[in-house]
């Protein structure tokens, strides 16, 4: 789920209702290129309220010590969304600071700007000042984010003067999504017109299903989950076998498959919830050590009660090759020597 999030967290950060991006475009860290008067285009568009423009690259940062490192440089204008990290004058003011960077703090050993503010440093051989530390934008693809003006992403990238990479469109109070979403296509034909939601999973699908980092956390999220069937099974089937006389004491005393049934049952779901439980309470502190390695990982609030279904489905299913045994079982077993 820390995955997921992090994959689109840029879009999600983002307050539009629609995104403009060219064609061919998987997920917000590898765009194509669209043409910047598709911005005033799209104000032509019944229900246009405000278009707004991001950019972003992989580039080289020189660090304060020399050394060199890749970030991805992300470059927006104000229309963005208050909640998306601009190096503005004051929260206040949507002016922006001139030539300057925002770095997530989970980036600061490794691009050495821990130190006092401002700090002075290159990006992609211009000149840059950090001028602040951000949280909750840790990038999983080994290069930190660094959040710049649009004017100054699109100079340090030097990009074309009628290039940009995404338009983000606000609709006004009462327009329809889904009719302006199709207006917007036929009067730009040559890019695709995404809801916030849609490019959201559009970019998580990309990253779980079509790359290897994906392909590995959902192999190992399935892989957890069959071992863990495979051990509840074992240790419902040993604690059954370990006391099958007793099983066939039940029966010859009258108990019928039923109650036998549910007896294993509730074994199983008794040894689930009581894992399930430490579980829980072992996970808050191994994801709080684990951050410092993994520092887009994230306890999700609400994920443990969400598992808890899947967990007793898992006891379930486990304790159905104990319960072939228990019925399988003579009660006159009890009354041999």
Same mark, same amino acid.
């Given at each position: ?210 790359? /290897?980092?994906?392909?590995?956390? *959902? =192999?190992? @999220? +399935?892989? %957890?989950?069959? &071992?863990?069937? $495979? ?40 040894? /689930?919830?009581?894992?399930?439980? *430490? =579980?829980? @309470? +072992?996970? %808050?502190?191994? &994801?709080?050590? $684990? ?47």
């Amino acid at each position: 789920m820390s995955f997921l999030h992090a994959a689109s967290k840029i879009i999600d950060t983002t307050d539009s209702d629609l995104w403009i991006a060219g064609r061919g475009t998987p997920c917000f860290e590898f765009p194509a290129s669209l043409e910047k008067r598709f911005a005033e285009l799209a104000y032509s568009v019944p229900g246009v309220e405000q278009t707004s423009r991001i950019c972003t690259r992989i580039v080289s940062f020189r660090k304060p010590d020399g050394d060199e490192q890749l970030v991805t440089l992300v470059g927006a204008e104000s229309g963005a969304g208050p909640r998306f990290p601009l190096p503005l004058v004051s929260p206040a003011q949507s002016a922006m600071q001139p030539d300057s960077l925002l770095i997530d703090e989970s980036a600061g050993k490794l691009l050495n700007t821990t130190g006092p503010l401002p700090l002075q440093v290159e990006l992609n051989d211009r000149r840059a000042r950090v001028v602040g530390r951000i949280s909750g934008f840790s990038s999983f693809l080994g290069t930190p984010y660094a959040f710049a003006s649009y004017s100054d992403a699109a100079h340090f990238l030097a990009l074309r003067t009628p290039e940009t990479m995404f338009i983000l469109v606000k609709l006004r109070a009462g327009a329809e999504v889904e009719n302006v979403k199709r207006n917007l296509q036929q009067r730009l034909p040559n890019t695709n017109v995404l809801t916030r939601a849609e490019f959201s999973r559009k970019a998580q699908t990309y990253w779980t299903s079509q790359t /290897g980092a994906g392909t590995a956390i *959902l =192999g190992a @999220a +399935l892989l %957890g989950l069959f &071992i863990g069937i $495979a051990v509840v099974s074992q240790a419902v089937y040993a604690t059954t076998m370990e006391h099958i006389e007793e099983f066939a004491t039940l029966k010859a005393l009258g108990a019928n498959s039923w109650f036998v049934v549910k007896v294993i049952i509730f074994q199983a779901l008794a040894s /689930g919830v009581s894992g399930f439980l *430490l =579980g829980v @309470a +072992l996970s %808050g502190p191994v &994801i709080h050590r $684990a951050q410092s390695l993994i520092p887009w990982l994230a306890e999700q609030r609400g994920l443990s009660m969400a598992i808890l279904p899947l967990t007793i489905a898992i006891c379930i299913v486990a304790s159905l090759l104990s319960v072939r045994a228990a019925l399988r079982v003579e009660p006159a077993r009890v009354f041999r020597a």
